[in-house]
């Protein structure tokens, strides 16, 4: 149980390599304001087939199944962020529609983009309860959707825990938008409510203390560094995608904290610069991407607090800018 539970935890999706092409970026300025979400939720009824049963489309009134409730609202909440704070129309800034499917396989203990759609599994009831619980754990899909129309960060060693991170970022800001916490009142956890109460753990991972998130008999400790002295070097998890990525996730934090208020309003638009930016290559490493912050800082700050908060973070990670 241990290890195919720490598989999930780690787990590669095999679809992810279904990509689509990127698609040109955000509308013109002076283009009408983005609108609505398209969302559509599915119903695999537990088997594999994808989409399954279309159970919610957009504008409909709730249904008798949370999970389905709690899909809809989960992407609308990203919808909301990426319009509201950054004004993109949608994961390709062209209005794509959202489609979600919910009860995939039976016992399914993990969530995943497949490259055109989220899918949610229920959990197993023991270890991880409904993928749908967390609203950050739904940001997090739908944002690997963002990276994919944008930097297409390639999904292994730096540049995967980079894609990794990106989605915890984007994640956690969606949670935090949806709630109306600032930088001070949010928790900086993923998937908090996802486990089952008898779990030793509070969530998936930390931001603001990267391998502390859980420490239990059946999956282990947290494995996430939060500094390049203790970065992990693994043929597992496509080169430690989903640990490596605490050091980027915690550069992030430490660079909202620093500058305090609402993290998607200057950190998260920072990140938001470098994702759109066009001058990541999906190879990029930790180096790259940190001094990418650094320019789009000065971009769109110019020299003030901006830069010297995130190449403070940087520098305490040990990533040079
Ligand atoms: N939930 C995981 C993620 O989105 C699934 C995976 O790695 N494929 O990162
Ligand atoms: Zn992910």
Do not use: C
Not at 51 to 69: L, Q
């Amino acid at each position: 149980v241990a290890a195919a539970a720490r598989r999930t935890l780690l787990a590669d999706a095999t679809a992810r390599t279904a990509r689509t092409r990127p698609r040109p970026d955000a509308p013109a300025p002076g283009a009408e304001a983005p609108a609505e979400p398209r969302r559509t939720i599915h119903d695999a009824r537990n088997r594999t087939a994808l989409p399954g049963a279309k159970v919610r489309d957009e504008g409909e009134e709730p249904v008798a199944d949370a999970t389905v409730n709690r899909a809809y609202t989960g992407l609308g909440a990203t919808f909301a962020l990426f319009r509201d704070a950054f004004g993109r129309d949608s994961m390709d800034g062209a209005g794509l529609p959202l489609i979600a499917s919910v009860h995939y396989d039976e016992k399914y203990g993990n969530a995943f983009w497949n490259g055109e759609q989220m899918v949610f599994g229920d959990g197993d009831g023991e270890i991880f309860l409904d993928f749908t619980l967390p609203v950050d754990v739904i940001g997090h899909e739908l944002a690997h959707g963002f990276t994919q129309y944008t930097a297409n960060l390639e999904y292994f060693s730096q540049s995967g825990a980079l894609n990794e991170s990106v989605s915890d970022v984007f994640g956690s800001l969606v949670k935090q938008y949806a709630l109306g916490q600032s930088a001070d009142q949010a928790d900086w956890l993923i998937g908090a409510g996802l486990f089952h109460p008898d779990v030793q753990g509070a969530a998936l991972r930390s931001m603001k203390a990267p391998g502390t998130a859980y420490d239990d008999d059946v999956l282990g400790k947290d494995p996430q560094p939060a500094h390049m002295d203790d970065y992990v070097r693994t043929g597992q998890d496509n080169g430690g995608v989903h640990i490596n990525s605490g050091i980027p996730n915690h550069a992030f934090y430490l660079a909202a904290t620093e500058l305090g208020g609402n993290a998607w309003e200057r950190a998260g638009r920072i990140w938001y610069d470098v994702l759109t930016g066009g001058t990541l290559t999906p190879d990029t490493r930790f180096t790259e991407f940190a001094a990418a912050t650094v320019r789009a800082a000065r971009a769109r700050y110019g020299d003030a607090a901006e830069i010297q908060a995130v190449t403070k973070a940087w520098a305490a990670v040990g990533v040079p800018t």
